[in-house]
């Protein structure tokens, strides 16, 4: 079965300190994205970073990078130099294969760490 | 600017009604979804679109029904088989509904019962 797992309910982070929130996955395709998306209290969900199963290096974008361990099936987010608009939900998700019409952007997500971040 | 649009803000449902929400998108983008977010949960995927006039089932289609006459447009109908409607609607588009491309969101739509 395909799924993902975010463990940490909520984390407290401190103004300028590096946090890292984690996600675990679940497959047997051998082809497959892992994305890390942003859910402030607003609502709306922000694309963060993007890292595929083929790829050789960490993904990294700004101030957030993802810690990938294929063996393991981790894909951690690690955001460096916490600031307070960095305080939401963050949801890590899978990208999925469908056998119809060949494959698919079809997404499968965790249940969200809710990060705050403290001044 | 391009982007997705979702509407209405808020909307309320009486018991036995059907409502429709709307999701607009000018990226450009061929493949279209539906989620519904929970209090406290993750985001669930309703319905989905690879191309005009075509779409699929997602995990929790029952009580839902959805439409594909233009690219830019992926309506979704609430109807009233749905008997617990009450949640925060998302809709996404990508660009191809092939190869790995990141999901693009809206605002949400926030679904109550009257």
């Known amino acids: 079965a395909q799924k993902i797992t975010q463990t940490q309910p909520g984390m407290f982070v401190q103004e300028k300190e590096a946090v890292t929130l984690d996600c675990t996955y679940d497959?047997?395709?051998?082809?497959?994205?892992l994305f890390w998306y942003k859910q402030p209290s607003s609502g709306e969900m922000i694309f963060l970073i993007y890292?595929?199963?083929?790829?050789?290096q960490n993904a990294t974008e700004g101030r957030y990078s993802l810690n990938f361990q294929k063996a393991r099936k981790s894909a951690n987010l690690v955001i460096s130099a916490s600031q307070l608009g960095d305080s939401a939900m963050y949801f890590c998700?899978?990208?999925?294969?469908?056998?119809?019409?060949?494959?698919?952007?079809?997404?499968?997500f965790g249940t969200g760490t809710l990060l705050a971040v403290q001044p | 600017d391009g982007g997705i649009t979702q509407s209405p803000k808020y909307l309320f449902r009486k018991e036995g009604q059907n409502v429709t929400l709307s999701c607009e998108q000018n990226l450009n983008h061929d493949a279209m979804y539906w989620y519904r977010q929970d209090p406290g949960q993750g985001l669930r995927l309703i319905y989905y679109s690879q191309i005009v006039n075509d779409f699929q089932k997602g995990d929790i289609a029952e009580g839902y029904s959805v439409s594909r006459e233009k690219k830019e447009s992926f309506p979704l109908t609430v109807t009233s088989a749905q008997k617990n409607p009450t949640a925060f609607y998302l809709c996404?588009?990508?660009?191809?509904?092939?190869?790995?491309?990141?999901?693009?969101f809206g605002d949400g739509t926030r679904l109550s019962i009257l």
């Open positions: 890292q595929g199963s083929y790829d050789q």
């Open positions: 497959t047997s395709d051998p082809s497959y994205g």
């Open positions: 998700a899978m990208r999925v294969r469908e056998n119809y019409g060949g494959a698919t952007n079809k997404l499968i």
């Open positions: 996404a588009s990508s660009m191809h509904s092939g190869g790995v491309q990141p999901q693009h």
